[in-house]
């Protein structure tokens, strides 16, 4: 069996898009992930940022600090969970940034992305780095992060945690992007 890692889970929040009926959003993914892989077969713990965790009020910097010292402190991997929006979004980009630090207080986290099914690369076998995050797409092509297509088995993503744990402290990650200030 393997090591029970906690994980931060980076997302897109937006409760907002414009879906459709039949298709799930990234916080609903986002739900099925922590169902899956910490409640019912308890191969990790979640570190995810939950909707009203964080005021809505506070400020970019605020937020940042919070996510880096509340959640991001003790986890150990970090999951990118990626839908069509994904690779605009400034707290996802932050919360890589932050990940890939490492620090007095803990070191850095191991990355993987996992595309959703409502991604347009999903399962294509491949994916365009315009379509990811720009910083998970830099550690990718390093060889510090990988990518993987959503999958309904705990324990194959159980190995994917592993293993990027077990990177995070024989390659280097590339954290030379200057953090996004704004959404793209």
């Known amino acids: ?5 906690n994980v931060f889970i980076s997302y897109h929040h937006d409760r907002n898009g414009n879906y459709s009926y039949w298709s799930k959003r990234d916080f609903e993914y986002r739900d099925d992930f922590e169902r899956m892989c910490s409640r019912e077969f308890n191969i990790l713990v979640s570190k995810a940022v939950q909707d009203g965790d964080i005021a809505s009020s506070s400020s970019s910097d605020n937020t940042h600090r919070i996510i880096r010292d509340k959640y991001l402190r003790d986890s150990t991997v970090t999951v990118v969970l990626i839908g069509n929006e994904t690779w ?16 007095a207080y803990n070191s850095r986290n191991g990355l993987i992305g996992i595309l959703l099914p409502t991604h347009q690369d999903y ?3 491949q994916f365009y780095k315009n379509n990811i995050p720009q910083r998970l797409a830099m550690n990718i092509d390093n060889g510090f992060a990988k990518i993987y297509d959503w999958s309904n088995n705990p324990y194959e993503i159980q190995q994917w945690i592993y293993e990027a744990f077990q990177r995070r402290d024989k390659i280097n990650p590339d954290n030379s992007l200057e953090m996004f200030t704004r959404n793209r």
Do not use: A, C, P, Y
């Open 88 to 103: 605009k979004r400034k707290h996802v980009d932050w919360e890589i940034s932050s990940s890939l630090r490492q620090t």
């Open 123 to 125: 399962s294509k076998g």
């Open 1 to 5: 069996m393997l090591v029970r890692h």
